[in-house]
């Protein structure tokens, strides 16, 4: 075997956002741009050498590439064992899955999540850690910097088999490579996690019952084998299960916006009773039911009252934990169920020390990421799974469960405004903003506010982040909370959220739009929009 020490230039661009480094395919096709940020992480974590690490991803363009260069440069750098989903697929869950169950030291994860496919779309990888947890802030700033120090990488010249060959390969003295199938294991985890006959009843009682949009993405083989194969589901349950390079060309997002179509299919009056999507890499759900979508607020609020329902968490919940633009209707809950309930950052990497101490057993975010204990990413399939499994358990509608957890827990009224910017626009907008939490307290619009910026220190590690966004609350349960998105790759989304909680005595049966409307003037008004960006229009509502 020949390892090549290949000569490199820094490149300026390579700090790793919430998820991972994401940039065009364009950009990571440039020479050396992939092998520096691989190289930086191997030189970031030494633990890499002589132990065993998963590779695989969303299938998207340059998924393939992206994994012989990985293997090369993996074989090169010491790793004993390197464990490939075959054709080097993994979803993200099944990949941190794959790190936990496997003892690995690390896995690299390539995707970028609902980010557009194809040659002109986008590429991203991240590291996941031991564990199969997302890199923490601390990890990723080092790789940060080694990257832009990095003056050459290590690759092995070596041939490799096909991707797809299920089996053991050996790659040299030191190194060899495993490829297993992406799914079986993932699909044994979900059935761990729940009461497959309970579900399999339910699913096969009503023809059509239930409906699942895999978006041209990953999750479509997942989505066969648990739904179809060991569920016993029909075929025809499955819509755009099998992966595409470029998504079909679509935004693999689950939201009303991304995936109107899929909802538009729950307005008729013989929709199915429950209908579930996920994204580009698998870590996100969509929870619709007839005639709505269940925001992922209230989606996870109900998953902690119902908990004992689901018996991957049955009589273990002891905290749980949402990011901070996620509405208060969880901590309703856990109020109720006397356990703290976290109040985290964007980002799932601020939940994995919470999961790992096991301080938390459920977490989520408003972004439409749910997940368990089970795993250290949000997990898209356990999210429509839990669904399924409360709806069986209640033996009722969507809209019952809905309905009955407001009756008895109020109901906190979400949605979030999105605004494309530029980004000195969405830098101008944060500034302004700035200027109330100085002052703490203000009136504005005819209502009295406190205003902060939300900083969070992690109690395990006692690591604090600041400037997380800032918050607006008014004297009457509604919040606003403004930042800026972390996972754009052009300009900059400025993301407003928008809350009203109302009490379970209150009219918890308005129209949501009509309720948040004062909330949604507020906000432009604080934010100054108008003035600093001309159009006050949100570019989506979700
Ligand atoms: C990714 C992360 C999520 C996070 C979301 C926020 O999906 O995995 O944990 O909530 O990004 O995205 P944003 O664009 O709002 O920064
Ligand atoms: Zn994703």
Request: hydrophobic letters at 40%.
């Amino acid at each position: 075997m020949t390892i090549k020490v290949i000569e490199t230039t820094p490149f300026s661009d390579q700090k790793p956002g919430t998820a991972g480094l994401r940039e065009s395919v364009a950009r990571f096709r440039e020479p050396h741009y992939l092998n520096n940020f691989i190289q930086s992480v191997f030189d970031s974590v030494p633990d890499l050498a002589g132990a065993r690490l998963v590779i695989g991803g969303d299938g998207r363009h340059f998924n393939r590439e992206a994994a012989q260069t990985l293997i090369r440069m993996a074989v090169a750098n010491g790793v004993s064992e390197i464990i490939l989903g075959a054709d080097a697929i993994l979803s993200t869950p099944a990949a941190a899955h794959l790190v936990a169950l496997e003892g690995a030291a690390g896995g690299f994860l390539l995707t970028a999540s609902h980010n557009p496919g194809g040659p002109d779309g986008d590429f991203g990888i991240k590291f996941n850690v031991r564990g199969g947890g997302q890199a923490s802030a601390e990890l990723t700033d080092r790789i940060h910097a080694r990257s832009l120090q990095i003056r050459e990488y290590r690759e092995a010249h070596i041939p490799l088999p096909r991707l797809d060959d299920i089996g053991l390969h050996s790659l040299s003295e030191g190194c060899r490579l495993r490829i297993v199938d992406p799914v079986n294991a993932h699909a044994d985890l979900m059935e761990s996690q729940f009461d497959f006959p309970a579900i399999a009843r339910w699913l096969q009682a009503r023809p059509g019952r239930f409906l699942f949009d895999a978006m041209h993405a990953v999750t479509g083989p997942y989505a066969r084998e648990v739904f179809v194969r060991r569920l016993g589901g029909d075929d025809s349950l499955l819509l755009n299960a099998s992966p595409r390079e470029d998504f079909a060309g679509g935004h693999p997002d689950p939201n009303p916006v991304d995936a109107a179509d899929f909802v538009a299919r729950f307005a008729t009056a013989d929709a199915p009773d429950l209908g579930g999507a996920s994204d580009g890499d698998g870590d996100r759900n969509m929870i619709v039911g007839p005639g709505r979508m269940v925001s992922p607020c209230d989606s996870l609020a109900i998953i902690c009252a119902n908990h004992d329902c689901i018996p991957g968490l049955a009589g273990r919940l002891k905290g749980v934990a949402r990011s901070m633009p996620t509405s208060r209707a969880l901590d309703t809950v856990a109020q109720a169920l006397g356990i703290p309930c976290h109040e985290t950052p964007t980002g799932w990497r601020f939940f994995a020390s919470l999961l790992d101490a096991g301080q938390i057993q459920l977490c989520g975010e408003e972004s439409f990421g749910t997940s368990s204990d089970h795993v250290r990413e949000k997990d898209g399939l356990w999210a429509v799974l839990a669904w399924m499994q409360m709806l069986a358990s209640h033996n009722c509608s969507v809209d019952e469960l809905l309905e009955r957890h407001w009756q008895r827990f109020g109901r906190h009224y979400f949605v979030r405004h999105d605004h494309a910017l530029s980004s000195e626009q969405g830098d101008a907008v944060m500034a302004h903003l700035d200027q109330h939490t100085d002052r703490g307290r203000l009136t504005l619009g005819g209502y009295e506010l406190s205003a902060d910026s939300f900083s969070y220190t992690d109690p395990i590690s006692g690591h604090t982040v600041t400037r997380q966004g800032i918050r607006l609350h008014t004297d009457t349960g509604g919040r606003i909370v403004f930042r800026l998105s972390g996972t754009g790759t052009q300009g900059a989304t400025l993301r407003i959220y928008l809350e009203q909680a109302v009490a379970a005595d209150a009219d918890w049966r308005q129209d949501r739009d009509g309720v948040l409307e004062p909330l949604s003037r507020l906000a432009l008004e604080a934010a100054n929009l108008r003035k600093l960006c001309g159009e006050t229009t949100p570019t989506a509502v979700i």
